[in-house]
């Protein structure tokens, strides 16, 4: 299987990007000069990186990205017009820097937009980031329920 053409794969990538994070997030995301990995079985985009940073990775499984932390951080700066953030409650601000899991009763703010199993930034109340996760609810759920865990913690700012 071919690999696309450089300007038609970073299309696609930006593409992708701004139907999961929001209109316009591919170009922050992805400027002209990242470099696009492509399996070697399938052909098929799998890694993003710029200047040897890993960004994010497409999954295979559902075609979305998985954000780093490095590639979050870019989006953190735009936040403005993401529609995938959360903001927790100080009191856990540790705890999902460390990577540990965010519960709904620490949620302040969660966009409307996030659906489960989505892609969100994790942001304390400075809106400074924390963590990537998987959404787990619904973000009016997150912001409504009391009890269970919103967001599964991929990666935090203070893990090793």
Known sequence: MGHLNEEDAIQRIRSIA???????????????????????????????????ILLATLRPKDGFF???????????????????KV???????????????LFAKHVEIADKEIRPNEEVLILDGNGVLLAVGKAILTGEEMKRFNTGIAVRTRKGIKET
């Open 18 to 52: 701004d139907y999961q994070f929001g209109k316009d997030i591919g170009k922050i995301l992805f400027p002209d000069d990242v470099q696009i990995v492509y399996s070697k079985r399938t052909g098929r985009i799998r890694h993003v990186f710029l200047e040897d």
């Open 87 to 101: 903001r927790v409650s100080e009191d856990a601000v540790s705890f999902v820097a460390e990577g540990r899991n």
């Open 66 to 84: 998985s954000l780093t932390i490095e590639g979050a951080k870019r989006l953190v700066e735009k936040s403005e017009l993401l529609k995938c």
